[in-house]
């Protein structure tokens, strides 16, 4: 980001960059503005605006009460947007016990649940299950990172749903897939 000449301009301009990213931690956004994260707090202090883990917990509460097809606790990350049948996102932070010993990559499979729950999770049905899913990893993920899951339904045919999901961290995109997820409603039979 270019000089900025006044702390007026910079909360400014902090203001539209968490319109744009509600997600940006302090110590990102000091890497933006190129000041310290103790003057990224006194500028959100200043705002009014809550620290990221508060602003993420705002929004959650309102999303998870919206889901039908999937118990809250079984999403993995925290969903913090969704619109039924249309869209959703969700934050994944990644840590050393989810990682490879040798390589300290990110093990596929919390990669893909991630994407999978929030699949799930944006159908407007009571259950819905994966049929198909195309997934493409396109990058490697290692502890530490957080990952922010988009979710957008595609189209709907009778009981059949096409999902994309992309993770993206920082802006670079580390997985994409297609899925096409089946709504069972009045079709479950219990054992």
Not at 67 to 77: A, L, N
Not at 139 to 145: D, H, I, L, N, R
Not at 160 to 171: G, H, L, T
């Amino acid at each position: 980001m270019g000089r900025i000449s006044s702390k007026k301009e910079r909360q400014n301009h902090l203001l539209e960059q968490l319109q744009e990213d509600p997600f940006l931690t302090d110590e990102e956004l000091a890497e933006i503005f190129n000041v310290s994260v103790p003057t990224i707090r006194l500028d959100r202090l200043e705002l009014g605006i809550p620290e990221l883990r508060e602003r993420i917990k705002n929004v959650a509460e309102n999303s998870y009460n919206k889901v039908k097809s999937i118990q809250s606790k079984e999403i993995v990350g925290e969903l913090v947007d969704i619109n039924l049948g249309k869209s959703g996102i969700s934050i994944f932070e990644t840590d050393e016990s989810m990682v490879f010993e040798k390589t300290k990559i990110v093990r596929g499979h919390f990669i893909y649940s991630l994407a999978e729950t929030l699949a799930i999770a944006v159908i407007d049905a009571q259950v819905a299950l994966i049929g198909v899913a195309n997934i493409k990893y396109k990058s490697p993920v290692y502890a530490g990172t957080k990952l922010i899951a988009k979710a957008e339904v595609i189209r709907i045919r009778e009981n059949k749903y096409i999902v994309w999901v992309k993770i993206k961290e920082k802006q670079i995109e580390v997985f994409r897939g297609k899925f096409i997820l089946v709504s069972l409603n009045g079709e479950i039979k219990r054992r």
